[in-house]
């Protein structure tokens, strides 16, 4: 469902790909008009090369309203919006969407999940439901 922006080399390899940081972007599936870019340290060598390496739990979110805001009638307090592999096997990086009804903003928190001994990384964006093109 996300769509890759681009990569930058971040460490050259002599053997296998480089290292890179690479940015993709993805919209809120449930609610139109939020749309989120996510980077991921990804790791190359001969190992990120055949897809076998375990990447870094090192990542940075960013969502922001890109057209009018429609929420949903009943959108759940809590839900995955993204998920994406880091390694062959056990971990992956999940954004989740929260909904501060208080505030009438949505949270998006990115997290590294491990099956075992999971990761404290996580990142955070806040899209404040406001109207759009308005005056």
């Known amino acids: 469902m996300a769509e890759q ?3 930058v080399t971040t460490e050259w390899k002599l053997i296998g790909a480089n290292h890179r940081v690479c940015v993709e972007s ?3 599936p449930k609610v139109p008009g939020v749309t989120c870019h ?3 340290a990804r790791t190359g060598g001969i190992s990120g090369s055949f897809g076998l390496a375990q990447d870094p739990s090192q990542f940075s979110l960013a969502c922001r309203q890109t057209g009018p805001i429609t929420l949903p009638a009943k959108l759940p307090k809590e839900a995955t919006v ?5 390694s062959i096997l056990f971990k992956e990086t ?3 969407r929260m909904w501060d009804e208080a505030h009438k903003t ?3 928190l ?4 491990k099956l075992i001994d999971g990761a404290p990384a996580n990142s955070i964006s806040t899209v404040p439901v406001m ?3 308005e005056r």
């Open 82 to 86: 993204f998920a994406e592999d880091t």
């Open 94 to 96: 999940r954004v989740v």
């Open 38 to 40: 996510v980077s991921q």
């Open 110 to 113: 990115a997290i590294s999940r």
């Open 26 to 28: 993805f919209p809120d």
């Open 131 to 133: 109207p759009w093109g």
């Open 106 to 108: 949505l949270v998006y």
């Open 5 to 7: 922006v681009a990569c």
